[in-house]
């Protein structure tokens, strides 16, 4: 849209702004003189009513097709070739570090599409997920930091967390070796790990793989990642379906493929 355009749609709206303020206040001042039975008020507000409702059908009427063809251009912007790179400095510009091409993109633990055709844009994580009807590229922007840092800023307690990847690997370590005591230094599938973790299937829904992910690697950017003196060993992965893909907070990739936990005397 240029300054012309701009320029001559901000008029319309000024236009049409201006009744619909004078007329809200002879609207209010209306149903307060009813209820005081003040009649004589009652009666000019009537007709200074019914001459902004004439003043607002005739402004509409001049000013629907400024403000249509400006709609029509912010359309257009949306569905051509410059709206993707507004959309993606946007998001740089709030601190979103995101990869890949235009309509999708991630940025751990989330996942951001565009569906334009339908007119909303989806922000994932695993199985959850929000839309937003707002296409305009500072408000995407704004939302997704919004989710964003409260994922990011989060409380992350890796002893606790690492106290839960303990004893599911103790139980699973047992249970794949069919032993009464744990085999240290086996590997157990981490997506095995996931699964013993969230068995519910609404804490599935509370506590998403991609969640999980994340605060994996969160644990692993500790120089020593271990538990009561127990060694953890992310043990990487080539198979994209077994293992989980890992991105620091400085946007390394990694994937693992399964967790082996060292006894304190293995070192």
């Not at 912007?77 to 993707?84: N, Q, T």
């Not at 919004?146 to 047992?174: C, D």
């Not at 080539?238 to 946007?251: D, E, P």
Request: glycine letters at 4%; a positive charge.
């Amino acid at each position: 849209m240029d300054d012309s355009e701009r320029l001559s749609e901000e008029t319309a709206i000024a236009s049409i702004d201006a009744v619909l303020k004078q007329l809200t206040s002879r609207w209010t001042s209306l149903k307060k003189a009813r209820i005081d039975l003040n009649f004589k008020t009652v009666n000019q507000s009537l007709g200074g009513v019914n001459e902004n409702i004439k003043q607002l059908s005739i402004s509409w009427d001049e000013c629907q097709p400024t403000i249509k063809t400006a709609i029509q251009i912010e359309q257009n912007f949306v569905l051509s070739k410059d709206y993707a790179p507004q959309v993606e400095q946007a998001l740089r510009d709030v601190g979103i570090p995101i990869k890949g091409e235009f309509p999708s993109y991630e940025f751990s633990p989330f996942k951001l599409t565009f569906f334009l055709d339908s007119g909303y844009v989806k922000l994932g994580m695993g199985r959850k997920s929000q839309q937003n009807k707002a296409l305009a590229p500072k408000a995407i922007a704004l939302w997704v930091a919004k989710e964003y840092q409260r994922i990011v800023h989060s409380k992350f307690n890796a002893e606790q967390f690492g106290q839960e990847l303990f004893t599911a690997y103790e139980i699973l370590n047992r249970q794949n070796l069919t032993k009464s005591c744990v085999v240290w230094g086996h590997p157990i599938e981490i997506k095995e790990i996931y699964k013993l973790l969230t068995l519910k299937t609404s804490a599935k829904q509370d506590y998403p793989e991609a969640l999980f992910s994340y605060d994996l690697a969160r644990l692993k950017e500790q120089f020593d990642v271990s538990h009561n003196g127990y060694r953890f060993e992310f043990v990487p992965s080539r198979n994209q379906s077994s293992g989980l893909l890992l991105v620091s907070s400085k946007g390394q990739e990694s994937r693992i493929g399964s967790l082996a936990i060292h006894d304190k005397s293995d070192r």
